[in-house]
């Protein structure tokens, strides 16, 4: 059994900062690929920041020099540090992983971020 779970979303002001948390749960799972995904109402999911398989990391254009995507593979945990955030940010975020034993995608619950005044 696993599951990923994602944690640090909320409130904040245009031009703040916020950091999100994934980890990974389960006994005998390990992550190649992890990254964020992001929806806000009324759009498609669409793809934020993630760790491909190789090493190499792919951000959305619109995030680039503003959010950095960063893993801590002994918790297998992945985080996103999020900087001058912008209301087009505003969205729920998901945590998104493929496991190295089947190949299967995995998605967390999501959680809020809302850049508002």
């Known amino acids: 059994q696993v599951q990923l779970v994602e944690s640090g979303g909320g409130l904040v002001q245009p031009g703040g900062s916020l950091r999100l948390s994934c980890a990974a749960s389960?006994?005998?799972?390990?992550?190649?690929?992890m990254g964020w995904y992001r929806q806000a109402p009324g759009k498609q999911r669409e793809l934020v920041a993630r760790?491909?398989?190789?090493?190499?990391?792919n951000y959305a254009e619109s995030v680039k020099g503003r959010f950095t995507i960063s893993r801590d593979n002994a918790k297998n945990t992945v985080y996103l540090q999020m900087n001058s955030l912008k209301p087009e940010d505003t969205a729920v975020y998901y945590c998104?992983?493929?496991?190295?034993?089947?190949?299967?995608?995995?998605w967390g619950q999501g959680t809020q971020v809302t850049v508002s005044s």
């Open positions: 389960g006994s005998g799972f390990s992550f190649y690929v």
């Open positions: 998104y992983g493929i496991a190295l034993q089947n190949h299967k995608d995995y």
């Open positions: 760790f491909n398989s190789g090493g190499s990391i």
